[in-house]
Antibody
Framework: QLQLQESGPGLVKPSETLSLTCTVS??????????WGWIRQPPGKGLEWIGS???????YYKPSLKSRVTISVDTSKNQFSLRMTSVTAADTAVYYCTSGADSSSSYYWGQGALVTVSS | QSALTQPRSVSGSPGQSVTISCTGTSSDVGDYNYVSWYQQHPGKAPRLMIF???KRPSGVPDRFSGSKSGNTASLTISGLQAEDEADYYCCSYAGSYTDVVFGGGTKLTVL
């Protein structure tokens, strides 16, 4: 049973870079059985898929975020990360790290990390 | 604006059945049998309730069922219970460029 836990700063200044890490326990991030991804939810709003990375090396990003987002995996730490550049107040959200057989069926979710973009 | 269209809200009385629709296009819902549904209670992470249109993960009651016709997927909850009151989101695979898209969410109220 996988467990996911997000970590990172809760406050980021406008125009700066948001960085979050998801620590995976109960399984190996090198497994080809799972994808690793990020989904966010602005306060009071719906879910928004950000991107996914597969063991095969395939990476997908939401087209409208692609120029600002990087998802990467650190196999030595059993972690994966999200990096989003040039943030604005519109990027304020609860960020969830997710996993599952594929990105259309996210069975595992972290508890969520609220990131506020404000000066 | 979300890629998939859901009603903002639905309601039903305990014991009744409700259906939540999720309308996409021929590039997502209509083209792939990879539609999923998530339940989210306030302040909690979403929970996967249905995947691959009709499949239930272990532990999800069989009161929850999914279906699809053309570009529209549906989630039906039968025998409504108070704990079913939550927000529900649909999600669909949308091809190798976009990967997945979500609906805007539907608030289910159990009267």
């Amino acid at each position: 049973q996988l467990q996911l836990q997000e970590s990172g700063p809760g406050l980021v200044k406008p125009s700066e870079t948001l960085s979050l890490t998801c620590t995976v326990s109960g399984g190996s991030i090198s497994s080809n059985s799972y994808y690793w991804g990020w989904i966010r939810q602005p306060p009071g709003k719906g879910l928004e898929w950000i991107g996914s990375i597969y063991f095969s090396g395939r990476i997908y990003y939401k087209p409208s975020l692609k120029s600002r987002v990087t998802i990467s995996v650190d196999t030595s730490k059993n972690q994966f990360s999200l990096r989003m550049t040039s943030v604005t107040a519109a990027d304020t959200a609860v960020y969830y790290c997710t996993s599952g057989a594929d990105s259309s069926s996210s069975y595992y979710w972290g508890q969520g990390a609220l990131v506020t973009v404000s000066s | 604006q979300s890629a998939l269209t859901q009603p903002r809200s639905v309601s039903g009385s305990p014991g009744q059945s409700v259906t939540i629709s999720c309308t996409g296009t021929s590039s997502d819902v209509g083209d792939y049998n990879y539609v999923s549904w998530y339940q989210q209670h306030p302040g909690k992470a979403p929970r996967l309730m249905i995947f691959d249109v009709t499949k239930r993960p272990s532990g999800v009651p069989d009161r929850f069922s999914g279906s699809k016709s053309g570009n529209t997927a549906s989630l039906t909850i039968s025998g409504l219970q108070a704990e079913d009151e939550a927000d529900y989101y649909c999600c669909s695979y949308a091809g190798s460029y976009t990967d997945v898209v979500f609906g805007g969410g539907t608030k289910l109220t159990v009267l």
